[in-house]
Nanobody, 119 residues
Framework: QVQLVESGGGLVQAGGSLRLSCAASGSIISINAMGWYRQAPGKQRELVASLRTGGGSNYTDSVKGRFTISRYNAKNTVFLQMKSLRPEDTAVYYC?????????????WGQGTQVTVSS
C-alpha cells in the first residue's frame, strides 16, 4: 500500500504562486507515476498534471505554461509549482499515485489540500 500526504495549499491572490507537496510512503517501489487532481465545487475531479517515474509529464490545457510538476526521488516527494494563479484554479487538490504498471484510475489518493485564489 502507498500513503500520500499533501501540504502547501492556502489562500492566494490572483496572479500569485503556491507550491504543493506530496510525500509518498509505504510501497513506493511499486509507484510508476504520480500526479495531481483537483475538484472544484459542483465540478468533476480532473487530472491537472502527471509525471511518470521514468520521465514524461502531462498537463491539462488550462494549466500549461503556469503549473510545473516535478519529483524529488530522494525524498519520494512530488511537487506542483503553480504560478499566475486564477480564481478558476480554486479547488481541492489531491495527490494521486499509480502503481503496479497500471495507468488507469489512480490506486492511491491523498486527503486533499484546499487552494483558494481570490480575485
Amino acid at each position: 500500500q502507498v500513503q500520500l500526504v499533501e501540504s502547501g495549499g492556502g489562500l492566494v491572490q490572483a496572479g500569485g504562486s503556491l507550491r504543493l507537496s506530496c510525500a509518498a510512503s509505504g510501497s513506493i517501489i511499486s509507484i510508476n507515476a504520480m500526479g495531481w487532481y483537483r475538484q472544484a465545487p459542483g465540478k468533476q475531479r480532473e487530472l491537472v498534471a502527471s509525471l511518470r517515474t521514468g520521465g514524461g509529464s502531462n498537463y491539462t490545457d488550462s494549466v500549461k505554461g503556469r503549473f510545473t510538476i516535478s519529483r524529488y526521488n530522494a525524498k519520494n516527494t512530488v511537487f506542483l509549482q503553480m504560478k499566475s494563479l486564477r480564481p478558476e484554479d480554486t479547488a481541492v487538490y489531491y495527490c494521486a499515485a499509480w502503481s503496479g504498471g497500471d495507468y488507469g484510475p489512480p490506486r492511491h489518493w491523498g486527503q486533499g489540500t484546499q487552494v483558494t485564489v481570490s480575485s
